[in-house]
């Protein structure tokens, strides 16, 4: 952000968001980028075959072990359901849709 304000010639007593500036820019935030990153991760793995250790692990369970006492770090399922939700994205839908490459691309854009 410091170099997009410095080719802007912002300067830090104009008092300009970071969200303005990137409205001002037009450039998507890290946030939205992370995501869509993540959704196409999630729609490669779901094209893999069963076989393949990125989706067993996707869906395997400890079988023995416990979790630390405290708030439950987030698992990778969890943070895939919800960039589906910011997506609008049904929990239903997302797996046949991902079976289907070029509209999963369309919709994760």
Do not use: A
């Not at 094209?47 to 869906?59: A, E, H, N, V």
């Not at 395997?60 to 987030?74: E, I, V, Y």
């Not at 939700?85 to 797996?95: A, G, M, P």
């Amino acid at each position: 952000m410091g170099h997009l304000r410095s080719i802007m010639r912002i300067i830090w007593m104009d008092k300009v968001t970071n969200k303005e500036l990137l409205d001002r820019t037009g450039l998507p935030s890290m946030e939205d980028l992370l995501i869509r990153k993540n959704l196409r991760w999630t729609g490669h793995l779901m094209r893999m075959l069963p076989d393949r250790l990125p989706k067993q692990i996707l869906y395997s369970q400890l079988s023995s072990g416990h979790r630390n006492r405290g708030r439950p770090l987030l698992r990778f399922k969890d943070t895939i359901k919800r960039n589906l939700k910011l997506r609008d994205i049904t929990t239903d839908s997302w797996t046949s849709l991902s079976q289907q490459r070029d509209k999963w691309r369309v919709i994760v854009k």
